[in-house]
C-alpha cells in the first residue's frame, strides 16, 4: 500500500530517496486507479435523454484528460513537513503532517491524499513560509527530477534557528533549466510575490506590470488556474478567456493550463473578440489608427446610433373591434424620452418602446371600464399601428452599415464627432474611396474594433467571469473597451511591460489602462525581479529604458548564472548563420530574431546551409530546434539561446525611433541561457 500525502512525522526514515520514489510509484498507481474508475463509468441509465448523455459524456471525457499522467511531468515536485496538524489546535501532544504538493490532487483507494493540489490552503506554505516567518513548516522538501523520475531532493529546516537561510540549487537549476517547446506551468517555482497575485481573490481586477523575464504571463495563466479551483462553480457557470496579442502566442501558451488539469479556458485574440462576421481585410495609416482607437470614438458612436431616434410628430391610433384608442403625439414623446433618460441599450429600448405604448393604451381602456390583461397588452404591442410608430421613432440599427457610414460620409461623420474631433481628425479616417456594401468593404482591426462598440450600443455584450489580458500595453483604448465589455460583471487579470508597448497608441499608463477597461479600482502590482532573462543580457537591454520608458524600474535578473553575451560585428548572411549553428550545439530551443524585411533573406541563408527552421508558435523538436522570428511576432516568445541579427534594421523597421527601441528591447530580451548580437551596420547609438 502506497505512503498517504499526509502522515506523522514519527514514520520511519530509511533512505529517503528510495522512499520518495516509491511515493511517486504509488502516486502514479493511485491516479492511474483514478482514472480507469471515471473510464468504467456507466452512464446508460442515468441520463433521461440524448442531450444529458452527450454533455455528461463531454464532462466525463474531460475528466479522463484531466487525470493524464504525463509521463514527463513530476507528479509532485514538494514536500512539507508540518510541526502541527494544519487546522488543530496547537496542543500538547499535537503532531504534524507530511503532504506531497503537486499539480493536481491525486488520492489512494480509500480517499486518503497521496497528493495535494498546488493550489489548496495546506499548500500556500511551499511558497510562501521562510526562515523569518517559518508558517509552523519543520521541513521543505524540493525534489530534482529527471525525465520524470526522482533523482535529488533538497531540504530546508525553516524552524531550525541552527540552520542559516539559503538559496535553493534545484529551485534555481528548474528557473533555469532549457526550454524546448511550449510555454511549461512554473508550480514547482512560483515566488513569494508572484504567489500573492496568482492566489488573489476573484472579486478584484489585477494589473501586473513586469518587464522581460519576471513571470507575468505565467502568473496571470496560474492566476486562473487557482481561480477554477477556489471558484470551480461560478466560473463554470460565467466562463474564462485569456486573450493574447497574436496566435503564435496562444500557441506558445496553450499547454500550460491543461497541464495543471484545467481544459475548458478559451483562448483568443482580441481580433478575434471583435470579427462581428466583418471581412477584416485592410489596414490603416499610423495617425488613422490611432484616431479610430482613441476613447474618444465611443462618443461619436453612441451620438451616431441615438440620433436615429426622432420625436414623434403624430398621435398613435390603435384600432380593437369597434373602438378606437389614441395615444397622443405629446405622451408617446414622454416615452421616448423616459427611455433615452434611463441610459439602456438602443436594442433593449426599442424592444420596450411597443410595450410602453401598449401600457398607455391600456390605461385607456381601464378608465373606461374594461379590464384588460397581459395578453391584451401584447397583442396591441403588435398592432400594426404601433409597429409602424417603433419603426418611424426608434428605428433598427446595423452596427456594420453606421460604422460605414461614418467612415464614408465625411457630412454625416462632421454631424456626429462635432467637437470631438478636429476637421483634420476627420479627414484621417475618412475613407477616400466610396464603398458599396459592407460586404464588398475591407474593414481594418481598427473599424473592427468600432463595429463592436457599435453593437454594445444597440445589444448588450456578454460577459464572463474572469478573463486575462496578456500584452496589455499594445492595447488601444476602444481596444480595452471591447475587452472590459467582456468582464463587466466579473474580474480581470491585466498583464504587461509598459517598456514593450510597440504600437503607436501604447498605453502610457496602467492607470488611463484601467479606466478605458472600466476597471479603475483595479489593483496594480509590479515585479521587478527576473528569473529568465541573464544577468548580462538584461544589463545591456536595460540600456534603453531611459529612452523607451523613463521612470521604469529595470529588471534585476536573480539568475546565478550570467549567461552567454556577445557582439559581433558580421560580413552578412553567413555569419548570421554560422552563429545559430553555434548556439544549436547547446541543448535547447535557439531563436533567430530579426526585422521582418530581413526574414526571407535569412530564410533562404538558413536553407542554403542546410538548417532547418520553424516559424513562431511551432514546437521544436530533436531534428529541428530552431525557430525564426520576425521582430513583430517576438513578443512573448523565449528561447534558451537567441541570435539577433541587425539591431538597426529592428528600430529602422517600425514608424518612429521610439516604437523601434522598444521592438529591439523586446528581441534583446528573448534569451533565457545566452544571446548573440550581429550586426554589419552601426548599433543603435542608445546601446552605448
Known sequence: MST????????????????????????????????????????????????????LARQIDERIKALADLSDTPLFFGRLDYLHAPGADQAEGAYGERFYIGRRHVHDHDGDPMVIDWRAPVSQPFYRASKKDPMDVALRRRFGYTRGDITAYEDEHLSDPAEAARTSKLLQQEIERPRVGPMRDIVATIQPEQDEIV????GGTVCVQGGPGTGKTAVGLHRVAYLLYAHRERLARTGTLVIGPNRSFLHYIEQVLPALGELTV????????????????????????????????????????????????????????????????????????ELLDRGIRYGA?????????????????????????????????????????????????????????????????????????TADEQKTIVWAKAVRSVKSAKWSP?????????????????????????????????????????????SATVLGDLAQGTTPWATRSWDEALAHLGKSDGVIEELTAGFRVPTDVITYASRLLPHIAPGLTPVASVRENPGFFAVRTSAGSADVVAACAELL??????????????????AEALAAAGIGHLAPGEETTEQTRLTLVPASLAKGLEYDYVVLDEPQAVVDGEPDERTGLRRLYVALTRAVSGLIVTHTAPLPPQLA
Not at 14 to 29: F, I, T, V, Y
Not at 37 to 42: T, Y
Request: some cysteine; aromatic content about 2%.
Open 349 to 421: 429600448a426599442r424592444e420596450a418602446l411597443p410595450q410602453r405604448i401598449a401600457h398607455a393604451v391600456l390605461v385607456q381602456m381601464e378608465r373606461s371600464g374594461e379590464a384588460p390583461d397581459d395578453r391584451v397588452q401584447d397583442s396591441v404591442a403588435r398592432n400594426a399601428a404601433v409597429k409602424a410608430a417603433v419603426k418611424q421613432v426608434w428605428p433598427p440599427v446595423d452596427p456594420a452599415k453606421l460604422v460605414l457610414r461614418l467612415l464614408t460620409d465625411a457630412d454625416f461623420l462632421a454631424v456626429h464627432a462635432d467637437g470631438i474631433l
Open 446 to 490: 481598427a473599424d473592427a474594433v468600432l463595429i463592436d462598440e457599435t453593437t454594445d450600443l444597440v445589444q448588450r455584450t456578454h460577459s464572463l467571469g474572469h478573463v486575462v489580458l496578456d500584452e496589455a500595453q499594445d492595447l488601444s483604448p476602444m481596444q480595452y473597451r471591447a475587452v472590459g465589455r467582456r468582464c463587466t460583471t466579473g
Open 4 to 55: 498517504p500525502a499526509h502522515e506523522p512525522l514519527d514514520a520511519p526514515l530509511s533512505d529517503p530517496l528510495s522512499r520518495e520514489r516509491a511515493h511517486l510509484a504509488g502516486s502514479r498507481a493511485a491516479l492511474r486507479a483514478m482514472r480507469e474508475d471515471v473510464e468504467s463509468l456507466d452512464i446508460s441509465d442515468v441520463t433521461a435523454n440524448w442531450v444529458n448523455a452527450e454533455v
Open 266 to 337: 478559451q483562448q483568443a485574440t482580441v481580433d478575434d473578440l471583435v470579427a462581428n462576421g466583418v471581412d477584416v481585410s485592410g489596414t490603416d495609416t499610423a495617425p488613422a489608427a490611432v484616431i479610430k482607437g482613441d476613447a474618444r470614438m465611443a462618443e461619436v458612436l453612441r451620438r451616431a446610433v441615438y440620433a436615429h431616434v426622432t420625436m414623434p410628430g403624430e398621435p398613435v391610433v390603435v384600432v380593437r373591434g369597434s373602438r378606437r384608442w389614441r395615444v397622443p403625439a405629446y405622451e408617446l414623446e414622454g416615452i421616448v424620452r
Open 585 to 602: 550545439r547547446n541543448e535547447g530551443s535557439t531563436g533567430l530574431i530579426a526585422a521582418d524585411a530581413r526574414i526571407p533573406a535569412l
Open 199 to 202: 492566489r488573489s481573490g476573484l
